[in-house]
């Protein structure tokens, strides 16, 4: 049988490498802030198991038990509030401080005002097992139409350890076993403490699963966003368009697309520098955003030039949208004022036929043809591609041209 110094030194060991596992995820991303958490209940839990294999060491046995069961108690708060920030729910501290100061009482209480061991390890167990039991909830449920692997192995290993600490305070007041003793460990304490040991690195193990797929999604996310405006880029707009012409493909229905480019930009960018064409670019994704409708997206595709995916519209319902855009624009650009830069823009509008099928190159391709036509037309306008049928060859007068199939704003 393993003796007491040896199982806690394992402890304080496996939360140590734990904690520095977690302390280097926290320096290469800063910004995850569950990583904070887990780092923190890591490194609480290997003093508290310091703390109480010290014990040994001593002739006053109950300070270093109330000490170390108290950080244990503080630790797997910590771990839950790591859950709890992971899924965007608020961290309460005042839970965390509640449970442990209520734990750390109820020990104190059953030591030093009324000795009664059972209940003092009755305590323990409800202030260990709280935290994790309020936590499954979220590790089990889905979230966004997807329960995260890492979330699901954490929760069954929740519900493992919840199910140890019972069974650990049924044979220890039951006295089934060799009861229970602070002091010198029976083989099934020795067995429920490995168990224990091997379930917090299966448990932190879970929370490294929930945190890579948590980084790789946003890393995913990232490859989509254009850096300089936080819309789509042209992968991303690709991605889309590819999605709509299948679905409109098999559901017949149609959708619309915008191009839009910003008028005289090359002349904002050698007149007042780069810096001012961002900020331009950046203050036309806003304006644009505040036209358009829930599930419509917006991208920029390179340079100054954006797109516009409108999911089930049509040409008319485009050119609505476009004229909106156009109106922010302008509304904008009369209350310029001193070294203020007015937007202009030019807009083309098409929408999706069967004959473009799932290629939408031919979409862009008709769009561009139509923001063409806005620019030869002025420029700050929009116009709409909208090619006719064919005509019979002996109705067809000689003053008709495929121009008659373009509507101009």
């Known amino acids: 049988m393993l003796s007491v110094p040896t199982l806690w030194t394992v402890f304080v060991i496996n939360f140590l490498a734990l904690g520095l596992i977690w302390g280097y995820v926290v320096h290469s991303y800063p910004a995850f802030a569950p990583a904070r958490f887990w780092t923190g209940s890591s490194f609480v839990a290997a003093a508290g198991a310091a703390v109480a294999m010290v014990r040994v060491f001593m002739t006053d046995l109950t300070m270093p038990l109330i000490v170390g069961g108290t950080a244990l108690v503080l630790a797997i708060c910590l771990a839950a509030m790591g859950i709890r920030t992971f899924f965007d729910r608020p961290a309460s501290w005042r839970r965390t401080l509640l449970i442990t100061g209520l734990g750390c009482a109820g020990m104190c209480f059953f030591t030093y005002g009324y000795e009664f061991i059972p209940a003092r390890l009755a305590v323990f167990t409800i202030a260990e097992t709280l935290p994790l039991a309020l936590s499954l909830k979220l590790l089990l449920t889905p979230h966004e139409g997807r329960i995260n692997p890492g979330a699901r192995l954490a929760g069954v290993v929740a519900m493992l350890i919840i199910a140890i600490f019972g069974f650990r305070l049924f044979f220890g007041l039951s006295g089934i076993g060799g009861g ?5 460990f029976t083989p099934l304490q020795s067995a429920v403490i490995l168990v224990l040991v091997f379930l917090s ?77 961002d900020a331009c670019l950046q203050h036309f994704t806003l304006m644009a955003q505040t036209r358009l409708r829930p599930g419509d997206m917006l991208a920029r595709s390179g340079g100054d030039e954006f797109c516009i995916v ?37 807009i083309g509008v098409a929408q999706w036929t069967r004959e473009m099928g799932a290629q939408p190159d031919l979409l862009i391709a008709a769009a561009d043809e139509a923001l063409y036509d806005a ?22 007068s000689p003053g008709v041209s495929d121009m008659a199939a373009r509507k101009r704003a």
């Open 180 to 184: 229970f003793s602070y002091m010198n």
């Open 201 to 277: 690195m299966a448990l932190n193990f879970g929370f490294l699963l929930m945190a890579m797929d948590r980084l790789r999604n946003e890393v995913a996310d990232l490859a989509l966003l254009d850096d300089l405006t936080g819309v789509g880029n042209r992968r991303h707009l690709v991605q889309r368009l590819t999605e709509e012409c299948a679905r409109s493909q098999r559901n017949g229905q149609p959708f619309s697309l915008l191009v839009i480019d910003l008028d005289g930009f090359k002349g904002i960018n050698d007149t007042h520098g780069h810096a001012a064409g």
């Open 310 to 346: 409108l999911p089930s519209s049509t040409l008319r319902e485009g050119a609505m949208i476009a004229r909106r855009v156009l109106e922010v624009c302008r509304a904008d650009a009369e209350h310029c004022a001193g070294a203020d830069i007015p937007i202009s823009v030019s």
């Open 375 to 396: 620019k030869k037309g002025g420029r700050n306008r929009f116009a709409t591609y909208d090619p006719a049928p064919p005509l019979v060859p002996e109705l067809a």
